[in-house]
């Protein structure tokens, strides 16, 4: 994202004695998935001679490495994603879905969407409140990060079950590709075999709802929601706490 940038240009300028949490966070989360995203390509396509299995070792590495950075809303591929094994595109997929990080042109539901939520999850675990680098996190923050993460989910399975309805002489897995792929706004594709955009061999609700994907995904799930769904009116009451069995 800009402000990330323009942060890490003035603190190499000294103008900032340190660097702010949520660029600590972009920049460990952004490293991890990339490190964690070529690992994934690298070792799942590495016998297969269809896509990388008979590059040399440095070129598989770097071919990983560029795939796994693509996977992040870059929108280039330089190995035909028709070939890769089903795993490989069920995790790229997920990465897809991932995308980048806030405030820039990444799609995605952002770096750290996901990263507020791990954090969550390991502090509930131990029950206590959600920390890291010394900060303790709104739960304001968590909130918007748990409605950015389920709304999302449930728009892309939403949109994926809708496509393999109507485009029904197509896989699942490349479907799923597809929409992230949209959702995401990353401009990949695992084509057919004979053409580079499967998209474009959909008909024309499948279009629509490709198109749908992207604009959605462009504009952010959170404001895309906001737009739908009226802010409730303020109540001067408060209802019984009701306990729940998990």
């Keep these: 994202g800009y ?20 660029t600590k966070l972009v920049l460990i989360s952004t490293i991890i998935l990339i490190i964690f995203a070529s690992l994934i390509v690298f070792l799942f396509e590495y016998h297969n001679p269809k896509s990388i299995g008979e590059f040399s070792l440095f070129d598989k590495i770097m ?14 591929n330089t190995l035909d994603l028709s070939t890769f094994k089903d795993a490989s595109l069920f995790f790229g997929s997920l990465f897809m879905i991932v995308g980048g990080a806030p405030g820039g042109t990444a799609g995605g539901i952002k770096v750290t969407t996901i990263a507020v ?36 989910i449930v728009y892309i399975i939403t949109c994926v079950l809708l496509l393999s309805l109507i485009e029904d002489d197509k896989s699942f897995l490349p479907l799923l590709f597809e929409t992230s792929s949209a959702f995401a706004t990353v401009g990949v594709s695992v084509g057919d075999g004979g053409t580079l955009s499967l998209s474009a061999l959909f008909s024309s609700e499948s279009k629509l709802i490709v198109i749908l994907l992207m604009l959605s995904g462009r504009v952010g799930v959170l404001a895309f929601l906001f ?4 802010k409730e009116k303020e109540k001067y009451l408060n209802y019984p706490k009701g306990k729940i069995i998990l």
């Design 3 to 22: 402000f990330v940038l323009l942060e890490l240009y003035f603190f190499s300028k000294k103008r900032f004695a340190s660097l702010s949490l949520h």
């Design 63 to 76: 071919s990983a490495y560029f795939t796994a950075v693509n996977y992040r809303t870059a929108g280039f």
């Design 227 to 230: 737009s739908i769904f009226f």
């Design 117 to 152: 939520l791990l954090i969550y999850a390991y502090w509930s675990i131990k029950d206590s409140n959600a920390r890291i680098f010394n900060f303790e996190i709104p739960s304001e923050t968590i909130n918007k990060a748990f409605i950015i993460a389920v709304s999302s």
